[in-house]
């Protein structure tokens, strides 16, 4: 069974423009999280997908959005770059299963740099 | 509010026993564990649930205290393979967020 899959691997942007990172979850999975690993901060919540709708996001600023499609794929959006957004982006697929968070399965992360 | 991990490092001899203990301000609802090895993705070890349910691996322990809404994980008679950062993930609210606050890792390190 095929994991979870990020692309690209790595991202080179320049302050100011756009990222468009990409999520393949496990099949069967309709729930996409994402997270962003910056160094010492641990894995930090930003935003969870499940049947095409945002259900809930993390304390970052609007210009981090996403969508997610109808095969549970999904995108992650990030706008007007600034250098703190380098980080390991990482996406987990999961089943939904009411009553709470199920086991996450993480692909290998997108490294973005922002320079 | 993340929650806190301790100690924020550690290093064994293989053999040796740790526990990794994660901590909450705020009432939880349940308590994962993922282990992350260097340059790969985390990996999933356990969920703790409030009411005293399990799921997870069959050769890692752990625990959870309601009333001091910590939980411990158990690491006995590591192996090399165990090393890596191990990261708590707190869901609070009933369970009806799905939102995991994880804290900042702990580095475990198994040398020979």
């Known amino acids: 069974e095929a994991g979870v899959t990020q692309s690209p691997t790595h991202l080179i942007k320049t302050r100011g423009q756009q990222a468009t990172l990409r999520c393949s979850p496990i099949s069967g999975h309709t729930s996409v999280y994402w997270y962003q690993q910056a160094l010492g901060l641990g894995l930090q919540f930003l935003l969870w997908?499940?049947?095409?709708?945002?259900?809930n996001r993390g304390n970052f600023p609007p210009r981090f959005s996403g969508r997610q499609f109808p095969n549970y794929s999904s995108e992650l959006n990030v706008n007007a770059l600034e250098l703190e957004d380098s980080a390991l982006y990482l996406c987990?697929?999961?089943?939904?299963?009411?009553?709470?968070?199920?086991?996450?399965?993480f692909g290998p992360g997108t490294r973005l740099t922002v320079t | 509010q993340q929650p806190v991990q301790s100690p924020q490092a550690v290093i064994l001899r293989e053999g040796e026993d740790a526990v990794i203990n994660c901590s909450s301000s705020?009432?939880?609802?349940?308590v994962h564990w993922y282990r992350q090895k260097h340059g790969e993705a985390p990996v999933f070890l356990m969920i703790l649930l409030k009411g005293g349910e399990q799921k997870g691996h069959e050769k890692i322990s752990a625990s959870f205290n309601e009333k001091k809404q910590q939980s411990s994980l158990y690491l006995t008679a590591s192996q090399l393979s165990y090393s890596g950062t191990y990261f708590c993930g707190t869901e609070m609210s009933g369970g009806s967020n799905y939102k995991l606050t994880f804290g900042k890792g702990t580095l475990l390190t198994v040398n020979p």
């Open positions: 705020k009432a939880l609802y349940s």
């Open positions: 987990a697929s999961s089943l939904y299963v009411a009553g709470g968070v199920h086991e996450q399965y």
């Open positions: 997908y499940d049947e095409g709708e945002e259900r």
